[in-house]
């Protein structure tokens, strides 16, 4: 039994997805520094965002950069995120209006890329048991703001 709660816990935390620390193990996205994290967004998140766009757009999506997430946040350094550039959601825990109004958006942003990203940043997606993990709200604001402890 405790070794079923030590793989359960041990599964919890982040993957080790960036370059080798200085005890020779890949780092996590929040043991990584800021260069090292805008090198892990150029090689990793951006070209597996990039593919996900460009299939399901790729007239709209043939050029693709950090100012698709980040807007200008690429040109004075801002990356936090979630970030106003990118349209406010609902609130709804289950998108409603976002699902009623853009359908395919909706779909191909939690099928596709909220997994894609979460796997790039080896992070665990977001679970509506939990109200944690990486989702929508990782990346845009709610009505009032940041939801769900991205901020």
Known sequence: MAGLIAIA???CGPKRVGPAGPDGKSLTWPQMNVEQRKAHMKSEVLPRATKIF????PERYAKTDCTLCHGTGDYTGNYNMPTAHL?????ELLLGPERAKHPDT???KLNKLV???ASALGVKTFSL???RGFGCYSCHLGP???MFGNN
């Open 9 to 11: 816990l041990w599964s």
């Open 54 to 57: 460009q299939e399901w757009r």
């Open 87 to 91: 349209p406010r959601l609902s609130g």
């Open 106 to 108: 909706t779909k191909i």
């Open 115 to 117: 997994p894609e990203m």
């Open 129 to 131: 048991i939990t109200r």
């Open 144 to 146: 009032d703001g940041p």
